[in-house]
């Protein structure tokens, strides 16, 4: 049974950093490609950034590029998002999600149930 859990959300400064972390089970993350993406009060749901199976390159949404640094670790089966300077704009609920074998961003074939994460002064 395929289970994503993500944790580390919380309360977040702009200009500070929070990292957020996804364990995955019951599948090996070293074989698909993963990624983030959120979901603002009111708003549908905007990819944040994805990381390739091999973990040789990684993609990221122009809104968070330069700020945002997502990683793995397959031997702990585990994903993770470093937010530094995240910004109010950015308050949202984070989903990671495995990304099916269509070489396609944005198509998950399974996800989390997300951890929120507020950005505020």
């Known amino acids: 049974q395929v289970q994503l859990v993500e944790s580390g959300g919380g309360l977040a400064q702009p200009g500070g950093s929070l990292r957020l972390s996804c364990a995955a089970s019951g599948f090996t993350i070293s074989s698909y490609a993963m990624s983030w993406a959120r979901q603002a009060p009111g708003k549908g749901l905007e990819w944040v950034s994805g990381?390739?199976?091999?973990?040789?390159?990684?993609v990221y949404a122009r809104s968070v590029k330069g700020r945002f640094t997502i990683s793995r670790d397959n031997a702990k089966n585990t994903l993770y998002l470093q937010m530094s300077s995240p910004k109010p704009k950015g308050t949202a609920l984070y989903y990671c999600?495995?990304?099916?074998?269509?070489?396609?961003?944005?198509?998950?074939?399974?996800w989390g149930q997300g951890t929120q994460v507020t950005v505020s002064s």
């Open positions: 990381i390739y199976s091999d973990g040789s390159d990684a």
């Open positions: 999600a495995r990304e099916s074998h269509s070489g396609v961003w944005e198509e998950y074939d399974d």
